[in-house]
């Protein structure tokens, strides 16, 4: 039929110029469908255009995932709930990177880094002098993840600069953060008890804090109990 193959040429035209391939392809596979199905005009380009914006979604979340830079991608759906009976298995706080890789499939931009690589991103922009704008940029973020907070000490310089991260964060962007040391022993890693809890202040404010207990999930099944305890010996708590 010469008006069909005219019709479907100009759809193939408008698909290009859009850049919405899936337009096309979708505009062809669901016409007998739609007329089969007695579908209204509406329902056929409500089914069309909905192609087109899961694939968008689901390119965009890719890319968005890519740029946070997980060190690994492990889906809440991963999570073995099992290990920690504890929790509710709708409480998922504490899974940073699930959580990071749910939030670039909602449309949220992501960064992920451990605390040292954050301290030493924000050393490298105050030596710029570019820490203000830096910290401006980085509220462009929906959800940044701090991972590793605790594991080595801070310096002052260091100490204070993570605490601007914090506070810039603060009732504008999310924020989470994992750590292997309870909020009492915070000041050790900070140096200063005042800036430590200046920062818990904020932190959790508005904030949801899951403690895990027992051994190591990624030493299940090695026939290690446990690891070493990072405290010093003869310290009592």
Request: proline share 4%; glycine share 6%; net charge neutral.
């Amino acid at each position: 039929m010469p008006e069909a193959k005219e019709t479907t040429g100009q759809i193939e035209y408008y698909s290009r110029a859009m850049k919405a391939p899936r337009i096309r392809e979708a505009a062809t596979r669901l016409a007998d469908q739609a007329r089969e199905g007695g579908w209204t005009h509406e329902e056929y380009l409500a089914a069309v255009l909905s192609r087109e914006v899961a694939a968008r979604e689901a390119s965009g979340a890719e890319l968005r995932a890519r740029a946070a830079g997980f060190p690994a991608r492990k889906s809440l759906e991963d999570f073995n709930f099992d290990h920690q009976p504890g929790l509710k298995r709708d409480t998922i706080a504490h899974l940073a990177t699930g959580l990071g890789l749910r939030a670039t499939q909602l449309g949220h931009r992501v960064l992920f880094a451990t605390a040292i690589d954050w301290v030493a991103r924000l050393q490298a922009a105050h030596q710029n002098g570019r820490l203000p704008q830096e910290l401006v940029r980085l509220r462009r973020y929906g959800l940044i993840i701090v991972d590793e907070v605790g594991y080595i000490p801070f310096e002052q310089d260091a100490a204070n600069l993570f605490f601007q991260l914090v506070s810039s964060r603060y009732e504008h962007a999310s924020l989470i953060l994992t750590s292997n040391l309870p909020f009492a022993r915070w000041g050790d890693v900070f140096g200063d008890q005042v800036v430590a809890s200046a920062m818990i202040d904020r932190i959790v404010h508005h904030a949801e804090v899951i403690t895990l207990k027992g051994s190591s999930y990624r030493l299940k099944h090695t026939q290690v109990d446990s690891l070493p305890s990072t405290r010093p010996e003869n310290t009592e708590e």
